[in-house]
Structure formats: structure tokens, C-alpha cells
């Protein structure tokens, strides 16, 4: 059975730093490319970043851009998201997925984990 | 605000067919890109629910179905049961974003009346 498991989320103040895991099980980890996709409270869901399993090439939304880093331990069968200078609009659940169809144009998100709350306030 | 368009809201009695719309453009479901559909129940992750436009993962009921044309994709539930009040999201792939290619839809409450 599939399962994915985020933690490290919590309540940090604005400019902090946060960094999310996500356990992996119940499949061939280093065999599919990951995502972290985000929904704020009340709003739809945003996709936040791609890792690919072949070469770890790494994708990131514009809002999240050189303050959020996507990494995975293929040994350990998890993913995290190191967040920096986090901002009150960065305020959400996030949840870790596993991607299908390839890395490319085709991909979609086959498993999700149950979400861990990042909350950005002073 | 997102480069797929969806109806805020949709509604139906039981038993009715309702279709959640999703409205893109020539760069992502126009350009002949997948267009996947996912079933957000309240206070749980999504589920994937249609994937490559018109396919079901095992499991899923055969009341869901999806189909695409041109620029637009939609997704049917025929014989609306109590349990498909959620939000459905459709997601696919544009070319013209330059940063993270994969794309949510703006999403759409089923409410069961």
C-alpha cells in the first residue's frame, strides 16, 4: 500500500524557515518524480515544486522561486521542502504527491499524502 | 489566478448529470496536453479521479467520466449521489510557463442539493 506522510509543519513567524519531509512507502521511491503542492485556507490548490527521479532536475512555481528548495533522499525514501523567508501568503496546507505518467507533459498525481499546516504569522 | 478556468459552482439534485467545465487556451489543453481531474472530499487530500482526459484509476465509479475538445476539457458525473459534494480540480500542462509547466484548474464545488 502506497503511503506518504509529511511533519515538520508548524507555526514560524514572517522571514522564518520551516523544512517539511515527506516519508515515502509502498513503492519504488526513487522511481518517480515528486511533488509539493500547497492549498491555502478556503482557496484551491497551487503546485509548488517538481523533483524528477532520473536526474533530480528541479521545478518551481514563480510565487516560491529562490526562497524554497525541493530535495529528496532516495536511500531514506523521503522528500522535503526547505522553505526560507517565509511570508504570511505562504500560509497553507502542504502536501507531498506522488507523480505518474513520466516527468514530462503527461504527469499527474496518482498519491497524496494528508497535508501538513504551514502557518506564517507574527 | 490560473491559466485553466473553471466554474466556481455547480449543483444538481440526486440522481441528476451535472459537467464541471475547464477552460484553457492553445498552450496547454489546445496544444493537445492530457487533461487530468482530481476529487478534493472536505478535509481530505485530493484523489485522482480522471486521468489522460477520459480515464479512470481503478476503483473510481463509472458515474465519473471526462472528455476534451479543442480548448476545454469537462467532467460528467451521471446519477449525483449524496458523496460527490466536493471540489473537483482539472490540471494539465502549459507550455508558455516558463518556471513550473503543471497547472491546477481554479477548481468547482458540487453541491448536492
Given at each position: ?12 513567524q ?10 515515502a512507502?509502498?513503492f519504488?521511491?526513487?522511481?518517480y518524480a ?9 482557496k ?25 528548495t525541493i530535495?529528496r533522499?532516495?536511500?531514506?525514501n ?12 505562504d500560509?497553507?496546507v ?5 507523480g ?15 497535508g ?7 | ?5 473553471q466554474p466556481?459552482?455547480v449543483?444538481g ?7 464541471i ?6 498552450s ?29 484509476p ?11 475538445s ?5 467532467l460528467a458525473?451521471?446519477?449525483?449521489q449524496?458523496?460527490?459534494e ?16 503543471w ?9 448536492v442539493l
Open positions: 500500500e502506497v503511503q506518504l506522510v509529511e511533519s515538520g509543519g508548524g507555526l514560524v514572517p522571514g522564518g524557515s520551516l523544512r517539511l519531509s515527506c516519508a512507502s509502498g519504488s521511491f526513487s522511481s515528486m511533488s509539493w503542492v500547497r492549498q491555502a485556507p478556503g484551491g490548490l497551487e503546485w509548488v515544486s517538481v523533483i524528477t527521479n532520473y536526474d533530480g532536475r528541479t521545478y518551481y512555481a514563480d510565487s516560491v522561486k529562490g526562497r524554497f530535495s533522499d532516495n536511500s531514506k523521503t522528500l522535503y521542502l526547505q522553505m526560507n523567508s517565509l511570508r504570511v501568503e500560509t497553507a502542504y502536501y507531498c504527491a506522488k505518474v505518467g513520466g516527468s514530462g507533459s503527461s504527469m499527474r498525481l496518482d498519491y497524496w499524502g494528508q501538513t499546516l504551514v502557518t506564517v504569522s507574527s | 489566478q490560473s491559466v485553466l478556468t466556481p459552482s449543483s439534485a440526486p440522481g441528476q448529470r451535472v459537467t467545465s475547464c477552460t484553457g487556451s492553445s496547454n489543453i489546445g496544444a493537445g496536453y492530457d487533461v487530468h481531474w482530481y476529487q478534493q472530499l472536505p478535509g481530505t487530500a485530493p484523489k485522482l479521479l480522471i486521468y489522460g482526459n477520459n480515464n479512470r481503478s476503483g473510481v465509479p463509472d458515474r465519473f467520466s471526462g472528455s476534451k479543442g480548448t476545454s476539457a469537462s458525473i451521471t446519477g449525483l449524496a458523496e460527490d466536493a471540489d473537483y480540480y482539472c490540471q494539465s500542462y502549459d507550455s508558455s510557463l516558463t518556471a513550473l509547466s497547472v491546477f484548474g481554479t477548481g468547482t464545488k458540487v453541491t
